[in-house]
Protein backbone atom coordinates (compact mmCIF):
# COMPACT_ATOMS: atom_id res chain seq x y z
CA UNK A 1 0.00 0.00 0.00
CA UNK A 2 1.55 3.36 -0.97
CA UNK A 3 1.16 6.91 0.88
CA UNK A 4 -2.59 7.65 2.10
CA UNK A 5 -3.76 10.49 0.40
CA UNK A 6 -6.03 12.59 2.61
CA UNK A 7 -8.26 15.37 1.69
CA UNK A 8 -8.86 17.80 4.74
CA UNK A 9 -12.41 20.08 3.94
CA UNK A 10 -10.75 23.18 6.35
CA UNK A 11 -11.15 26.79 7.56
CA UNK A 12 -10.73 26.37 11.32
CA UNK A 13 -7.75 26.03 13.27
CA UNK A 14 -8.22 22.53 13.75
CA UNK A 15 -7.82 21.81 10.36
CA UNK A 16 -5.30 23.80 10.62
CA UNK A 17 -3.73 21.95 13.35
CA UNK A 18 -4.77 18.88 12.02
CA UNK A 19 -2.66 19.21 8.93
CA UNK A 20 0.31 20.52 10.76
CA UNK A 21 0.53 17.19 12.88
CA UNK A 22 0.16 15.19 9.38
CA UNK A 23 2.71 17.25 7.95
CA UNK A 24 5.15 16.38 10.82
CA UNK A 25 4.68 12.74 10.34
CA UNK A 26 6.02 12.67 6.55
CA UNK A 27 3.94 9.27 5.82
CA UNK A 28 1.22 10.85 3.89
CA UNK A 29 -0.13 13.12 1.08
CA UNK A 30 -2.09 15.98 2.48
CA UNK A 31 -4.34 18.37 0.67
CA UNK A 32 -6.01 21.20 2.26
CA UNK A 33 -9.12 22.45 0.73
CA UNK A 34 -10.60 26.16 2.01
CA UNK A 35 -13.61 27.75 0.66
CA UNK A 36 -11.55 31.01 -0.33
CA UNK A 37 -14.14 33.06 1.98
CA UNK A 38 -11.29 34.98 3.80
CA UNK A 39 -9.57 37.35 1.34
CA UNK A 40 -6.37 36.65 3.17
CA UNK A 41 -6.13 33.30 5.07
CA UNK A 42 -3.94 32.33 7.50
CA UNK A 43 -0.69 30.32 6.44
CA UNK A 44 -0.80 26.67 6.59
CA UNK A 45 1.83 23.31 6.81
CA UNK A 46 0.45 21.84 3.68
CA UNK A 47 -0.64 21.95 -0.27
CA UNK A 48 -3.71 23.99 -0.09
CA UNK A 49 -6.53 24.85 -2.82
CA UNK A 50 -9.17 27.47 -2.54
CA UNK A 51 -12.62 27.45 -3.64
CA UNK A 52 -15.66 25.11 -4.22
CA UNK A 53 -16.15 21.73 -5.96
CA UNK A 54 -19.15 22.42 -7.92
CA UNK A 55 -21.19 20.53 -5.38
CA UNK A 56 -21.18 17.14 -4.22
CA UNK A 57 -21.16 15.07 -7.14
CA UNK A 58 -18.21 17.05 -8.19
CA UNK A 59 -16.70 16.59 -5.04
CA UNK A 60 -17.31 12.80 -5.18
CA UNK A 61 -15.39 13.31 -9.17
CA UNK A 62 -12.47 15.08 -7.25
CA UNK A 63 -11.77 12.65 -4.49
CA UNK A 64 -11.99 9.04 -7.16
CA UNK A 65 -10.32 11.11 -9.59
CA UNK A 66 -7.32 12.38 -7.14
CA UNK A 67 -6.87 7.99 -5.70
CA UNK A 68 -7.82 9.88 -2.43
CA UNK A 69 -8.57 6.81 0.81
CA UNK A 70 -9.48 9.55 3.30
CA UNK A 71 -11.85 13.00 3.57
CA UNK A 72 -11.82 14.66 6.72
CA UNK A 73 -14.65 17.21 7.30
CA UNK A 74 -12.94 19.93 9.49
CA UNK A 75 -14.80 23.02 8.00
CA UNK A 76 -16.69 24.88 10.80
CA UNK A 77 -19.50 24.04 12.25
CA UNK A 78 -21.85 26.39 10.79
CA UNK A 79 -20.66 25.26 6.96
CA UNK A 80 -23.59 22.90 6.41
CA UNK A 81 -23.63 22.91 2.59
CA UNK A 82 -19.83 22.02 2.57
CA UNK A 83 -20.99 19.16 5.21
CA UNK A 84 -23.79 17.39 3.42
CA UNK A 85 -21.75 17.29 0.27
CA UNK A 86 -19.08 15.53 2.13
CA UNK A 87 -21.45 13.31 3.41
CA UNK A 88 -22.73 12.52 0.16
CA UNK A 89 -19.75 11.84 -1.72
CA UNK A 90 -18.24 9.57 1.06
CA UNK A 91 -21.78 7.87 0.89
CA UNK A 92 -21.25 7.53 -2.85
CA UNK A 93 -17.83 6.64 -3.46
CA UNK A 94 -16.93 4.49 -0.19
CA UNK A 95 -14.32 6.32 0.67
CA UNK A 96 -13.75 6.99 4.21
CA UNK A 97 -14.72 9.90 5.73
CA UNK A 98 -14.75 11.71 9.81
CA UNK A 99 -15.89 15.09 10.46
CA UNK A 100 -13.58 17.13 13.55
CA UNK A 101 -15.78 19.05 15.26
CA UNK A 102 -15.23 20.94 18.20
CA UNK A 103 -17.26 20.20 21.21
CA UNK A 104 -20.28 22.62 21.73
CA UNK A 105 -20.14 25.55 24.58
CA UNK A 106 -21.95 24.79 27.60
CA UNK A 107 -24.18 27.12 29.54
CA UNK A 108 -23.14 27.84 32.67
CA UNK A 109 -24.78 29.22 35.94
CA UNK A 110 -24.55 33.03 35.04
CA UNK A 111 -25.28 32.79 31.67
CA UNK A 112 -28.22 35.03 29.82
CA UNK A 113 -28.57 32.76 27.09
CA UNK A 114 -31.97 32.83 24.87
CA UNK A 115 -31.47 29.56 22.14
CA UNK A 116 -32.81 30.72 18.69
CA UNK A 117 -32.28 28.32 15.12
CA UNK A 118 -30.82 31.31 12.85
CA UNK A 119 -29.47 34.74 12.84
CA UNK A 120 -32.99 35.49 11.40
CA UNK A 121 -34.60 34.44 14.00
CA UNK A 122 -32.19 36.07 16.64
CA UNK A 123 -32.50 39.81 15.25
CA UNK A 124 -36.24 39.04 15.42
CA UNK A 125 -36.17 38.27 19.01
CA UNK A 126 -34.31 41.81 19.78
CA UNK A 127 -37.41 43.43 20.01
CA UNK A 128 -38.61 46.18 18.63
CA UNK A 129 -37.33 48.70 21.32
CA UNK A 130 -33.88 50.15 20.26
CA UNK A 131 -30.89 47.89 21.29
CA UNK A 132 -27.23 48.00 21.31
CA UNK A 133 -26.09 44.75 19.55
CA UNK A 134 -22.64 42.83 19.32
CA UNK A 135 -23.47 40.41 16.26
CA UNK A 136 -20.80 38.52 16.70
CA UNK A 137 -21.50 35.73 13.39
CA UNK A 138 -19.03 37.40 11.04
CA UNK A 139 -19.94 38.89 7.39
CA UNK A 140 -21.71 36.24 6.15
CA UNK A 141 -24.72 36.73 7.92
CA UNK A 142 -24.26 40.14 8.62
CA UNK A 143 -26.93 41.57 6.43
CA UNK A 144 -30.30 40.39 8.04
CA UNK A 145 -29.15 42.77 10.76
CA UNK A 146 -31.17 45.11 7.74
CA UNK A 147 -34.39 43.73 8.77
CA UNK A 148 -34.72 45.55 12.37
CA UNK A 149 -32.47 48.82 11.13
CA UNK A 150 -33.84 50.28 15.04
CA UNK A 151 -30.93 49.10 16.37
CA UNK A 152 -27.17 49.66 16.93
CA UNK A 153 -24.79 46.86 15.81
CA UNK A 154 -21.45 46.64 16.34
CA UNK A 155 -20.25 43.88 13.84
CA UNK A 156 -17.07 42.25 14.14
CA UNK A 157 -15.52 40.25 11.37
CA UNK A 158 -11.91 39.30 9.34
CA UNK A 159 -12.89 40.71 6.07
CA UNK A 160 -14.58 43.50 5.26
CA UNK A 161 -18.78 43.79 4.62
CA UNK A 162 -19.41 44.42 1.54
CA UNK A 163 -21.05 46.14 0.39
CA UNK A 164 -21.74 47.73 3.52
CA UNK A 165 -24.94 47.83 5.39
CA UNK A 166 -27.76 49.80 5.00
CA UNK A 167 -27.99 50.83 7.84
CA UNK A 168 -27.74 54.17 10.10
CA UNK A 169 -26.57 53.28 13.46
CA UNK A 170 -23.26 50.99 12.61
CA UNK A 171 -20.06 50.09 13.57
CA UNK A 172 -17.82 47.85 11.82
CA UNK A 173 -14.23 46.06 13.59
CA UNK A 174 -11.74 44.26 11.25
CA UNK A 175 -9.99 42.08 13.93
CA UNK A 176 -8.86 38.01 13.83
CA UNK A 177 -9.03 36.39 16.95
CA UNK A 178 -8.39 34.52 19.38
CA UNK A 179 -9.48 37.18 21.61
CA UNK A 180 -9.25 37.94 25.81
CA UNK A 181 -11.42 38.35 28.19
CA UNK A 182 -10.23 41.81 28.90
CA UNK A 183 -10.41 42.55 25.64
CA UNK A 184 -13.91 41.58 24.73
CA UNK A 185 -15.46 43.75 28.40
CA UNK A 186 -13.55 46.54 27.13
CA UNK A 187 -15.52 46.15 23.42
CA UNK A 188 -18.76 45.38 24.63
CA UNK A 189 -18.50 48.43 27.46
CA UNK A 190 -17.13 50.20 25.39
CA UNK A 191 -20.10 50.34 22.65
CA UNK A 192 -22.26 49.89 25.32
CA UNK A 193 -23.75 46.73 24.41
CA UNK A 194 -26.50 45.10 25.79
CA UNK A 195 -27.15 41.69 23.65
CA UNK A 196 -25.06 39.77 21.47
CA UNK A 197 -25.86 37.57 18.94
CA UNK A 198 -23.79 34.45 18.44
CA UNK A 199 -23.37 31.01 16.70
CA UNK A 200 -22.67 28.39 19.19
CA UNK A 201 -19.52 27.16 17.33
CA UNK A 202 -17.01 26.35 20.56
CA UNK A 203 -13.37 26.97 20.32
CA UNK A 204 -11.34 29.35 20.62
CA UNK A 205 -14.00 32.83 20.81
CA UNK A 206 -15.51 32.01 23.86
CA UNK A 207 -14.04 34.91 25.76
CA UNK A 208 -17.19 36.99 24.16
CA UNK A 209 -19.52 34.89 26.26
CA UNK A 210 -17.07 34.78 29.44
CA UNK A 211 -17.48 38.70 29.14
CA UNK A 212 -21.00 38.21 28.74
CA UNK A 213 -21.44 36.28 31.42
CA UNK A 214 -19.60 38.67 33.87
CA UNK A 215 -21.17 41.69 32.60
CA UNK A 216 -24.73 40.50 32.76
CA UNK A 217 -25.02 40.59 28.81
CA UNK A 218 -28.06 38.93 27.30
CA UNK A 219 -26.69 36.03 24.71
CA UNK A 220 -28.79 35.23 21.70
CA UNK A 221 -27.15 31.77 20.97
CA UNK A 222 -27.71 30.54 17.84
CA UNK A 223 -28.37 26.62 17.39
CA UNK A 224 -25.93 24.61 15.38
CA UNK A 225 -27.49 22.69 12.61
CA UNK A 226 -27.75 18.27 13.36
CA UNK A 227 -24.85 16.66 13.39
CA UNK A 228 -22.57 14.96 10.97
CA UNK A 229 -23.95 11.65 9.43
CA UNK A 230 -20.34 10.71 9.53
CA UNK A 231 -17.78 9.77 12.23
CA UNK A 232 -17.72 12.46 14.45
CA UNK A 233 -14.63 12.90 16.85
CA UNK A 234 -13.82 16.17 18.69
CA UNK A 235 -9.90 16.22 18.80
CA UNK A 236 -7.00 16.89 16.76
CA UNK A 237 -5.66 13.94 19.14
CA UNK A 238 -8.83 11.91 18.60
CA UNK A 239 -8.84 12.39 14.91
CA UNK A 240 -5.09 11.71 14.70
CA UNK A 241 -5.93 8.21 16.58
CA UNK A 242 -8.97 7.56 13.76
CA UNK A 243 -6.35 8.05 10.99
CA UNK A 244 -4.07 5.68 12.51
CA UNK A 245 -6.59 3.18 12.95
CA UNK A 246 -7.79 3.50 9.25
CA UNK A 247 -4.52 3.07 7.74
CA UNK A 248 -2.40 0.88 9.81
CA UNK A 249 0.36 -0.22 9.25
CA UNK A 250 0.89 2.40 6.98
CA UNK A 251 0.39 5.30 8.95
CA UNK A 252 1.98 4.54 12.02
CA UNK A 253 3.74 7.47 13.91
CA UNK A 254 7.21 8.14 13.10
CA UNK A 255 6.97 5.89 9.93
Not at 150 to 161: E, T, W
Amino acid sequence: MGRPRILILGGTSEARLLAEALAARDNCDILLSLAGRTEKPAAQPVPVRIGGFGGAMALADFLTTGGYGLVIDATHPFAERISANAAFAAETTGIAAIALRRPEWQRLPGDRWQDVQSIPAAIAALGPSPRHVFLATGRQGAHYAEAAPQHFYLIRSVDPVDPPLALVDVNYVLDRGPFTLEGECALLRQHHIDVIIAKNSGGATYAKIEAARLLGIEVMMVARAPASTLTVVETVEAALAAIDHLFSPVMKRGV
